[in-house]
């Protein structure tokens, strides 16, 4: 892969649910980001207001739905099968009847790995996520963040190039908040191609450590009335603008004006 | 200003005791819950040792029955040939509901499972004689009635429990690369099985309970339910109450052996429970 490729190309897509037309057309596509000397994987904000279809998107780029039309495809135009890409849900879905080992070990197994592998990989991302003394914990045992951190080592397990996550700041604390953020930048910089999708509506936060900003909306007439399915309103590429990669993002001046653009670009989604 | 302290509460130790014990939506430690259970056991035993009524013999005379009726009547092996009854009935329950449960996850198989649900508005009586034609009456009879009796509440009960699983847990585990086996076996067999001992447990007691009458269909292979009647019969109304009281034991201790079960095979069930 060259810089700049294509490494998720999402086309004309248009999905109804029930009567409701949800998306509209929706074209956008993610590009290999290259820095010299830095192994720089790909952060994608998606905002957009409730309702707008942020999860459905996300379930057709995972392959859990079909688009009614348009194509949703990978590096080098190949289709995306459902099982290749990772996806942690809102709620952090994992299986209720096993200990976080066994979570982590059955997401090794049903990913081809064999037990053992599966066992050694799980046991180094427990290791890795600050999550070994909860080994033997059963879910229902864990606090939110920690259970998000499971969901997230779960999809780790078997290393894919796409991680989608949805709403992945919601509901915490300002500690485990940085935690997740530097997760999400630790885990897109772990190969080149890897990109992190993530839907959310903490707009500082997507700043931070996004890339690419998409704005996802639908368009209103005269009156203020929605008169389409949700599309790509506004792009920020903050790669362009400078405002990528930097550490010292939040304390630079021009921050708050771009927080506060982004902020009036939301609400008139 | 400085803030002012709230003003000061009445809350001793024994206060805070009885509070636990008689407010709403107060959790008891082991103990205390042990001894409010062994105060009440102690007024019912008072109410039935000063009971004036002639149809409710003494704690005594039951006692008494219990004897003559466990050394004399051979009451020991009844009660065997009950739970061998109930634990035959059982199993082929388990065996018939679970599969049908699980088979709901495929369409074809829904209606047959609705079908087999709606039969439960049966009663057991109108079918003695179908069942005995079918099965040659005896002990064979007594088995399948039982497990027709339980398998259509279980069928009921479960079928619900995986109708129930969020589509989220079937996404989950297909974006985790599963394949439709594993996701049966991790998300509905797995999944569902401290749903599954549950229902067997309330299956288990309606079972106990439907015993005495089906045991009374066909008397010959005895049992607690032909020992019951036939002391009915001779109206010796202390063996009566000396036969149900052993019946509740035993029903009592399947309940706990059930309980212990779910404990065992399901231990993250206790962690999800929250008593009050």
Redesign the interface.
Known sequence: MAAGDILLSVHDVWQKLGDAQILQGLTFDVRDRVRPGVVTGQVVGLLGPSGVGKTRLL?LI?G?DEPDRGSVRGPGGAPLP??????V?Q?Y?L????TVLDNLR??G????LSSTEARSKALALLDRFRLSERARY????LSGGQRQRVAIA??LV?QKTFLLMDEPFSGLDPAALEDVTKLIIEVANMDELNTVVLVTHDIRSALLISDTLFMLGRDRDAAGKIVSGAHIQKTYDLVEMGLAWRPDLEIDPSFPAIEREVKQAFKAL | MAPTAPPATKTGPASGLLRRVFFPNQSLGSPFLLIVTAFWVAIALTVWSASPWASLPGPGEVLRAFGTLWWQQGMGPELFSTLKLICHATLLTVAISMALSYASIIAFFRPLVDAISKLRFLGLTGLVFPFTLLTGGGYTLKVWLLTFGMSTFFVTAMAQAVLEI?R??Y?????????EG?IFW??VV??T??KALDTLRQNLAMGWAMITMVEGISRAEGGVGALILNQNKHFHLAEVYAVLIAILVFGLLLDYLMAVSVRIL???VL??RVRR
Do not use: W
């Open positions: 379930r995972a859990l459902i099982g290749s890409v990772g996806f849900m709620s879905p299986l209720a009847h096993r059955v997401a197994e049903t990913n081809g059963f879910p229902a045992q779960q999809q078997k | 969020p989220e847990q996404d989950y585990m297909r974006v985790l690369g599963a394949g594993r991790e998300v797995r999944g099985l401290d399901c231990p993250h962690l999800q």
